[in-house]
DNA sequence: CCCGCCGCTGTAAACGGTTACATTCGACCG
DNA sequence: CGGTCGAATGTAACCGTTTACAGCGGCGGG
């Protein structure tokens, strides 16, 4: 159809199975046995056709092989956005324990509809073997059944029904985070929230008030946000004009942290001497901030790690595993003696 | 020989074109002219087609249709790692202009060495209809060798024979960021330099190197450093022990920058007021910085755009793209009166 | 000496689409 | 009223692999 029918090597064109075969004077299904390391082949004849190969610079087509097998050997990757060191992070967690095990990475961000998901799902057949999707903001069992059977899905920072997810103790970190910064002496502290519908943020939230309440401290101090810097700027510079001023922000995750962290220096807002701040990931750059900031920290790397394991061989078992997450003390919040 | 012979829906098993055509009592080119909108249908059958396809939950089998078009609507992103704001922007680029042109990205990092992109591009055949790299660390043209004829190639801030290449002005950036220095009084300004064998990083040297000349000053102050935030940390520990000791900093990117201001906070020493500070690329949280980070902008969503079409219809004309920096002005610099 | 078996290799049928070409069927025109 | 033409649809070859099954020597045992 796109060759002319006499098989003459049309220079350019790709080289296949079978030209390879007719090469080496062999079948095409001993090439693929040779390729594949499968069945019995005998040494010479191996090394030829793989010589052969290597000379043609042949390279088995990967569409083709996929029709076959139906495996694609690649997995995606549906995130909301790409935007930040988040989600860099989760993407480079995944992909380095994709390359070990010879799996490839599609990855697509921007996904805040449900319709843009939708499109998503109806290209998955026969592109990967499994999804890895993180999708906080939605309710995630009415995605579910966009997709096609039969493919494996592990949700990451979500949960729905009978799907496999891997989620991260959000509510255990920013209770301890919120003691962390009680047990300093503080008693007006801020909390900074994420977007409303984002699961995560409502969990942190959630630990927030617990420890504020476990503290016997009647109102909780909240400000909106939506985890972007310029959401921490403007909660930052509301934060400083409230009166009484609150002694301790905890920002319900880093960037909002850094950009409350910037608010506060332009206004000569001292950290942590005037206030403390706290935020929530240890995103790569925490420590490097100025002070360092003390945060939460989860387990990006692994989180990617984990669901990859865990779309590859879908246990039947545990279906929902969550990952502990550490205080991380740094200086952005002081220390006991200067804290008032 | 994954399914019986005898064509019998095994639930589970997912729908095929033959399915829905018999269903919907047409021919499998119906539908897939239906699918496809190519030539002429009577609207009722494409309606019947459409109903029925919705109904089975019916979805093309990509690796099938890739294997007849040849053709696969994705395309590949290959870098040399993952870490860092910089690469998290450049996908984010390319993955915006992806969707609206309907491709999908596979991307994979942590390619340092040469025998993985070897393995990467052993894997492209079939697989993507170009190829996005981004390799500055290595000579480009010889890893070109390596891929297979026939796939669209563009090249990320390198360059190499004919191959198209979309790069950054950056030694005119830097140029500009160190005579913004010397503007500002500055004599002794120190560099911050990238990887040895980057060729961005010598680039944005060279420039460095070229305004502190052009000024009369002969002493180029250069300190080793990775483009890591714990390199730009090390860096500028050792130029406030230097002495006399340099009242500028230019990191060659913003990673650096960033480890750089926290080194000198550690330490007392204010930016600006005691040194002034100075990146290169203009990465997201720059401007959230405390001082707000002097900078080079480089259009790095852009970057990403542009590369995507270029891949998408390669033109035969001009094969080199170098793409504008502009210098942006924040606060840890100072201003004129302030610097000595 | 014959037979069965085993190690190696070849043949050909899938996998699930696309599309060139053939076919059918009215409508329309001379 | 027969022929032509175009619109709508069907048939089947093909894309490049994998793999079940068949074939084919050679060898050892009975």
Do not use: W
Request: glycine fraction near 8%; hydrophobic fraction near 40%; charge should be positive.
């Amino acid at each position: 159809m796109r060759r002319a029918s006499t098989r003459l090597a049309t220079a350019s064109d790709s080289v296949t199975i079978r030209d390879v075969a007719a090469r080496a004077g062999v079948s095409v299904a001993t090439v693929s046995r040779v390729f594949n390391r499968k069945g019995p082949i005998r040494p010479a004849t191996y090394q030829r056709v793989l010589a052969v190969a290597e000379r043609m610079r042949y390279s088995p087509h990967a569409a083709a092989r996929s029709l076959s097998t139906s495996r694609t050997n690649t997995i995606g990757v549906v995130l909301p956005e790409l935007h930040g060191e988040f989600f860099s992070e989760v993407i480079r967690g995944i992909d380095v324990t994709a390359r070990s095990r010879g799996y490839h990475l599609i990855v697509s961000g921007s996904h805040s509809d449900r319709a843009e998901m939708r499109a998503v799902f109806q290209a998955v057949r026969g592109r990967v073997d499994g999804l890895i999707v993180m999708s906080p903001d939605l309710d995630a069992s009415t995605l579910l059944a966009d997709l096609p059977g039969g493919v494996p899905v592990v949700l990451l920072n979500a949960t729905a029904d009978g799907r496999p997810a891997i989620t991260i103790d959000n509510a255990g970190g920013a209770r301890a985070v919120t003691r962390h910064l009680i047990k300093l002496g503080h008693r007006r502290i801020a909390f900074i929230c994420g977007p409303p519908k984002n699961g995560d943020a409502a969990q942190r939230r959630r630990g927030y008030r617990a420890a504020i309440r476990a503290a016997g401290i009647d109102d909780a101090l909240e400000f909106p946000g939506n985890f972007t810097e310029e959401s921490g700027y403007e909660a930052a510079r509301r934060i400083v004009e409230r009166s009484p001023r609150p002694t301790a922000v905890f920002a319900a995750n880093d960037a909002m942290a850094i950009g409350a962290l910037s608010a506060f220096n332009a206004r000569g807002v001292r950290v942590p001497a005037d206030i403390a701040l706290a935020g929530f990931d240890d995103i790569p750059i925490a420590r490097f901030l100025s002070p360092p900031l003390t945060t939460v920290k989860v387990p990006i790397a692994e989180l990617g790690r984990r669901s990859l394991e865990l779309v590859l061989n879908p246990s039947p078992r545990k279906v929902n595993e969550v990952l502990k997450t550490t205080l991380t003390v740094r200086q952005s919040c002081g220390s006991e003696e200067e804290s008032r």
